[in-house]
Structure formats: structure tokens, C-alpha cells
């Protein structure tokens, strides 16, 4: 009698599976010294490609506020500006824009309680004031400073995301909501005194629904990794949403998995735990 023994890696073909991965706090996090993402990652971003999965960034920050060393994971494509632009092998599907009317309510209301705002286009971030001490500590903070200006800014560029920082005053943080909700959708950064200010209605959630119709990818093949607030809807698209171990608790609450600490390689982790390496 003969045996017939099958090696499964063979017989079996992994379906196409697309992640979505947020940047700050999932895969860098420059507060707490971590200004690249970790050789773990770097390998996971290459295995998940070599098996012939899609690998977004999908993240708040505009293309022009990418560093070298996210464009370096060559990921397939980006969903950018918290889901109003997006870019699949180099080319862009669309790009949605902040109307004017909103961005002058958040210049107004920046100058009023004296903080900075940030009107963020693909190639330049426009801000009130390089030399304003919030601008400064808000610069230091998120590791950014190529790419601001503060002049020449005009109303017909493009303007993707927009984001507001100001004093480290708790009274400021309800009036930023009361004032701007109208306009935008505001996500604060965590606890931090700093906010993303995204066009009304729109969200990495929606972003994420376009690429897939534009894919032809189906839900149950989605995974993604966030830790903040503006990552909520990221985490309810898709099938399987993983959250950072360091993420805010809203978003744990939500995530069908927590995974660990960013600072622990929680993204790799959270890879292998779905078994997509």
C-alpha cells in the first residue's frame, strides 16, 4: 500500500489579502523615540508583498509629510489626508479638497486662541507662523519640518487635510469642536493638544470602501492597524481591525484584536497572529 503525503503550502493558494496601515503610533512613533519604522517591520512590509498581498499607508499625514523611510516600505499604494487622497502604484484615483469657506473659519479661529493651523496640499503644508512657539512645540513633537511655509498661500491651491495645534489649555480643546465641527471633522490627536481637521463626511473608512471598489477586493480580505481616533472608521470598514496595544481606548473597544505596543513591534505581531506571514 502506498501513502500519499501533501504538502499544504502546495496544494493550497492564499487568496489576495489588502492591509491597511496607519503610520504614527502603529508603525513609528516619534513621542517616544521611534523615528523609523523597525527592521521587523521593514521584513513584514516585503514578506506580505512576496506572497502577493497589497500593502497600503493609510494615514492623516499629506504625501509632501511622508519621510524617506515610509516611502522606502514601497508600499502599493497610499491612502493619505485621513481618505481624501489616494495613490495606486504611482497613480492617483482621487483627491478630495477642504472648500474655502471651511478654510477660512480655521485660519480665523487658529488666530483667535493663538495657536497654529496647517493647510496641507501634496507638495507644501501652509502654516501661520514658523517661528510661533506652538508651531514650534507641535514641529518637535511630530518630527516634521521640511515642506512648511508661512507665505504664500493662496485659495486655489489644493488643500487635502487640514490641522489645528494650540496651547496646552484644556478650556481651548471643547471651543476647538463647537467652532469647527460645522466645517470639518475634527479628530484630536490622542491627549495631545493637536487636531486633524478632515473634509466633512469623508474618513480613512470611506477611502478604504473607494480602493476596494476600485479593486474589486471583497470585505472578508481586509485587515488594518491603527491606534487613534481618526483610525475608528479605518477599524469598522474593515474585516479584521487591529488596534495598537498604545491606541486610544475607543479604538480598542471596537477592534476585533488588540495587539501589542508599537514600541514592541505590535504591527508584526499583529501579522502573524492573523497568520499573513
Same mark, same amino acid.
Given at each position: 500500500m502506498y501513502h500519499l503525503f501533501y504538502d499544504l503550502s502546495i496544494i493550497l493558494v492564499m487568496e489576495q489579502k489588502i492591509i491597511f496601515v496607519d503610520i504614527d503610533g502603529t508603525i513609528v512613533d516619534h513621542s517616544r523615540g521611534l523615528h523609523e519604522p523597525t527592521p521587523l517591520t521593514k521584513r513584514s512590509f516585503q514578506e506580505l508583498k512576496a506572497k502577493?498581498?497589497?500593502?497600503?499607508?493609510? #494615514?492623516?499625514?499629506?504625501?509632501?509629510?511622508?519621510?524617506? $523611510?515610509? @516611502? +522606502?516600505?514601497?508600499? &502599493?499604494?497610499?491612502?493619505? +489626508? &485621513?481618505?481624501?487622497?489616494?495613490?495606486?502604484?504611482? *497613480?492617483?484615483?482621487? #483627491?478630495?479638497?477642504?472648500? @474655502?469657506? +471651511?478654510?477660512?473659519?480655521?485660519?480665523?479661529?487658529?488666530?483667535?486662541?493663538?495657536?497654529?493651523?496647517?493647510?496641507?496640499?501634496?507638495?507644501?503644508?501652509?502654516?501661520?507662523?514658523?517661528?510661533?512657539?506652538?508651531? @514650534?512645540?507641535?514641529?518637535? +513633537?511630530?518630527?516634521?519640518?521640511?515642506?512648511?511655509?508661512?507665505?504664500?498661500? #493662496?485659495?486655489?491651491?489644493?488643500?487635502?487635510?487640514?490641522?489645528?495645534?494650540?496651547?496646552?489649555?484644556? #478650556?481651548?480643546?471643547? *471651543?476647538?469642536?463647537?467652532?469647527?465641527?460645522?466645517?470639518?471633522?475634527?479628530?484630536?490627536?490622542?491627549?495631545?493638544? $493637536?487636531?486633524?481637521? &478632515?473634509?466633512?463626511?469623508? $474618513?480613512?473608512?470611506?477611502?478604504?470602501?473607494?480602493?476596494?471598489?476600485?479593486?474589486?477586493i471583497d470585505k472578508k480580505d481586509t485587515y488594518a492597524f491603527g491606534d487613534g481616533y481618526n483610525d475608528i472608521e479605518m477599524i469598522q470598514m474593515v474585516a479584521n481591525g487591529i488596534a495598537m496595544a498604545n491606541g486610544v481606548k475607543e479604538l480598542k473597544d471596537i477592534a476585533d484584536y488588540v495587539t501589542l505596543d508599537v514600541l514592541d513591534d505590535g504591527f508584526t505581531f499583529g501579522l502573524k497572529k492573523y497568520r499573513l506571514l
Open positions: 502577493g498581498h497589497l500593502v497600503f499607508i493609510a #494615514s492623516g499625514r499629506a504625501m509632501c509629510l511622508l519621510p524617506d $523611510s515610509i @516611502k +522606502a516600505l514601497e508600499p &502599493n499604494g497610499y491612502l493619505l +489626508a &485621513n481618505g481624501a487622497y489616494a495613490e495606486i502604484d504611482g *497613480k492617483v484615483i482621487f #483627491s478630495e479638497l477642504i472648500d @474655502k469657506k +471651511a478654510r477660512e473659519e480655521i485660519m480665523r479661529f487658529a488666530n483667535e486662541v493663538d495657536g497654529a493651523y496647517y493647510l496641507e496640499t501634496t507638495k507644501e503644508i501652509f502654516t501661520r507662523d514658523l517661528d510661533h512657539p506652538v508651531q @514650534k512645540k507641535f514641529a518637535l +513633537a511630530w518630527d516634521v519640518m521640511d515642506n512648511y511655509r508661512d507665505e504664500g498661500y #493662496s485659495d486655489d491651491l489644493d488643500v487635502n487635510i487640514a490641522m489645528l495645534a494650540i496651547r496646552e489649555d484644556d #478650556s481651548i480643546v471643547d *471651543k476647538v469642536y463647537e467652532r469647527l465641527n460645522p466645517y470639518v471633522n475634527v479628530n484630536r490627536h490622542g491627549k495631545m493638544y $493637536s487636531f486633524d481637521l &478632515n473634509i466633512k463626511g469623508n $474618513s480613512k473608512g470611506r477611502g478604504i470602501e473607494k480602493i476596494l471598489d476600485r479593486l474589486k
